[in-house]
């Protein structure tokens, strides 16, 4: 063990303190084991008073270098040594930012080296019951998640239901070895390649053995023990079990559902069998989920789940999952507790339908309530929101980066209340889904705004963030200014920054937090677009974007936003003499809170007439 006791000691002191009345063979028992219950706290009254900051704990502060083994900072791919008590170290450094909810990296323990590259994002899990050594012990995330409760920022952990990681082959040939081979001759059969890891979908079922005499039924799966790269038979032990994994083979085509749903996620990842239960199916899959996951929220008192792959695994998992750790973390003390979801995709349908109380056929919500012992029955509830994906593609990349018609964005957020959900699950966070998307320019699995994108422009998606109706969340580094393209150049360390306030996008970001902190409009607010064009040339308003943030839970606060997206030309919203009429009071005088100097008077009939605006450039105009 590389932890001093004093640490514990002090941890254990805070943890009895913040408890207030703990026995004290609670605390003793926790002493002893670090395995104890500690009392959980509900930190949050409305998510959307938060800003959400994305970690990749690997790469942003190295704050324990006992726990740096296998590090190597020459390759992107592999660890670099960042932890959960570096985390901790700078959580002073994110309070200037402005950021009040971390979001950090799965934690649980993974594979740790599978061809070449490393675990160190902490989507390859091996063993949901168990911490990642390279990012610290139990006491180290404990420690984070009471500093940063100290200091009014809640944490959200990464959870991955879908897959396991690279943990059995399949013995097609029967031979007890992993191999990868040629099979066919080209002439009387085709050629195929075969690799045990990761074969290719098999749309008629499991994948087959295949010996010289043909087929030969379901492949054996083979859990490999190789310590070294902690290839180890997974954990819970029900992950053991081949049932408990679909066992098609490598996804091929995304688009057939039934490899979305079934199939081994590339690389190998081992896709679950999501829908068993032990009632109903005799392997209880859901249960040890939910079971694994909500152990951590009572192991270390975390605020939320951001959940990985939503789209691969099926609704009737969510309807249970969700319901379930929502019931026992309430129970304990829980409450609003936030679990929002990664759909990969530009479809705004496949991306609210997650959020949607969404109740299946009255058998199929028999057949899921044969799952239920609790006595507390499925209904249709799912996630309390979904990363605005379909946003990130048609207003962060289109329109921001690319400077396409704005009428873009008014299009899609016009299609929200349809396609997300607009009524809050039951014990959720409390708000409707279509008025809580997570709003994020970029994150780990895409390119950095700023490859491709410009300054100017990452200024305008990050103001747009900020004031959207929303939560805003943003991906580590943005406020260095990093650049990085696709995975892995966009997980850059942070250290190397030494951790400096002083870029412009750090203080834009600071500013803006401020900006949201000070309005109920702009976090509370409901949405109406008071300016959208399909022109992006050379019109007078080509690039114009504008929407006022009032009423909702916003009492008598008032916010405009507005935009000019366009990439060479100054722009104003007006268009042939119309100009854009907003729903503040005639005669209100609305400023800049970004610090332009604008100031601007509502005219007589609701006009609000500006000057261009630079390109690539906005106003947050409120009294
Ligand atoms: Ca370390
Ligand atoms: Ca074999
Ligand atoms: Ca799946």
Redesign the pocket.
Known sequence: MHHLNSIRTALLALVCSVAGGYQASGCMSYEEGLEGEIELTTQVSDWRDEVIYQVLVDRFADGDEGNNYGVDRTAMGKYHGGDWRGLEQNLDYLSELGVTTLWISPIIKNVDTDAGFDGYHGYWAQDLTALNPHYGDLADLRSLVFSAHEKKMKVIVDIVT??MGQLFYYDINMNGEPDDRVQGDGITSDVVHINEYDPDFNPFGPVIARTSLGEAGPAPVIFVRDPATNHMPPLPEVFQDPRAY?RRGRTVNFDIEDQL??GDFPGGLK??N?TLCGPRDGLPVKEAMVESYARWVELTDIDGFRIDTVK??EREFWRYFTQKVRQRLAASGKKRFLMFGEVFDGNDQLNGVFTKNDLPTEEELASENACVTDGKQITGDQLDSVFYFPQHFQAIRDVFQQGQSTKRIQDLWDLRTTNWGTVPAELGIGIPPSDVPINFIDNHDVPRFLYQGTKPGLHNALTFIFTAQGIPCIYYGTEQEFKGGNDPSNREDLWPTEFSTDNSTFQLIKKLAKIRRDSAAIRKGAVTVTWASERAADEEDAGIFAYERSGGDAGDDYALVVFNAHLEKASAPGFMGSPMVVGAPPGTTLTDKLGSGVSVTVGGDGSVVLDPLEPQSALVLAP
């Open positions: 879908n897959h679909n749903l079934h896709d679950i999501t691969h695994v």
